[in-house]
């Protein structure tokens, strides 16, 4: 499996950056981490291993860029106001550098994000707010409520970075055009968010799969069996 490890400084975000990309040819699929993880968590934690036959056959590339939660949502050193301006800088990032990157490479209109835990926050909130760059969106066992992150701090930059706020009145037409798969166990501590985001789409009669795992938990065993059958659907 092609591995190439990239680096360099991101004008966005004002300093240097990561990110690890497997394969050589293929439909690209942005991998975010977890909550303070970093562009090799997936790769370290055998996320990407899981779907390594996808990568050898050329059908896809994933793309696993560096997080910056510590910055953001987590840094309870800044104020909330500030979390959400610099959660918005990296939604800009994966845009400009990361995303519109890859799409002029490959020549293609859309990409397909996917992450875990966190992660599937990530993933969502980019596809829900860029859906006419996103064609897939796989969460696995995805948060979709960040005001827990900002106390009683909200502004616009909290409002357009939590989905289950301004998703409703979304009414971008490609949001019915992309694949989308929530996917979370039925003991997972993420149930509940999924099941109040599988009832926003449903009120929205947006396509989606909800696929809910009998007897799984929210660790990474579940994640290594969900995305290689959600690449399939690719």
């Known amino acids: 499996m092609k591995e190439q490890h990239h680096k360099w400084y991101s004008p966005t975000l004002s300093k240097d950056i990561e990110m690890l990309v497997f394969g050589h040819s293929g439909y690209p699929v942005i991998l975010f981490p977890t909550t303070m993880g970093k562009h090799n968590e997936c790769k370290d934690m055998k996320l990407v291993e899981s779907v390594r036959w996808f990568v050898e056959q050329g059908k896809v590339q994933i793309y ?6 510590e910055l953001s949502w987590y840094n309870k050193k800044i104020h909330p106001a500030q979390r959400a301006k610099n959660h918005n800088w990296y939604d800009q990032f994966i845009m400009n550098e990361v ?3 890859i799409c002029h490479e490959k020549r293609l209109p859309k990409v397909a994000v996917a992450g875990p835990s966190f992660g599937g926050y990530q993933a969502s ?7 006419e760059k996103v064609s897939h969106m796989f969460s696995m066992s995805g948060a979709f409520d960040i005001t827990s992150f900002v106390g009683r701090h909200y502004d616009d930059n909290v409002f357009f970075n939590n989905p289950i706020d301004y998703l409703p009145g979304n009414n971008h037409p490609d949001l019915w055009k992309m694949k989308i798969i929530l996917g ?5 501590i993420c149930l509940e968010a999924n099941d109040k985001m599988a009832k926003i789409l449903r009120d929205k009669n947006i396509p989606f799969w909800y696929d809910v795992r009998k007897w799984a938990k929210h660790d990474w065993p579940l994640w290594r069996q969900m995305f290689p059958e959600y690449l399939s659907k690719l």
Request: proline share 10%.
């Open 64 to 69: 696993c860029p560096d997080g910056i939660n």
């Open 99 to 101: 995303v519109n990157s």
């Open 125 to 131: 909130n980019f596809a829900f707010k860029h859906p």
């Open 184 to 188: 979370v166990g039925e003991w997972d």
